[in-house]
């Protein structure tokens, strides 16, 4: 049996944004996740030289740690296709930059 935990760790004590409610969202809908961990990294990009003139620099990295069953039998670069995937509108429309993943099948240990 495993627990279902989903997390979202912003790095303000204000709520969450746009990008990463629609991050956690679609990530739950698409992969079910037992274990979802979406946290913004964002400032720790300030200055960064892809984001230079950009309009969005307070939603523009994420960290993303999940353990889904979609994942079984699927080997990394697969995963993050899928996970690229659910997320395309955010890369495309809405400023997301960057997306570290940790990704994980149900038949694996998450640490």
Sequence with gaps: MFRRCIKSMST??????????SIANKLTTNFKP???EVR??????????GLRGA??????HFFVKMQSE???????PSRHRLVYGAL????KNHG???LQMKLKGTNETMN
């Excluded at 913004?40 to 030289?49: E, F, I, L, Q, T």
């Excluded at 979609?70 to 990394?76: Q, R, V």
């Design 40 to 49: 913004n990294d964002s400032h720790k990009h300030a200055g960064h030289h």
């Design 96 to 98: 997301l930059h960057a």
């Design 34 to 36: 037992t274990f979802l």
């Design 12 to 21: 303000s004590v204000s709520t969450k944004g746009p990008i990463e409610t």
């Design 55 to 60: 309009t969005n620099t307070t939603e523009s």
């Design 70 to 76: 979609a994942f079984n039998g699927l080997n990394l």
């Design 88 to 91: 395309d509108d955010e890369f």
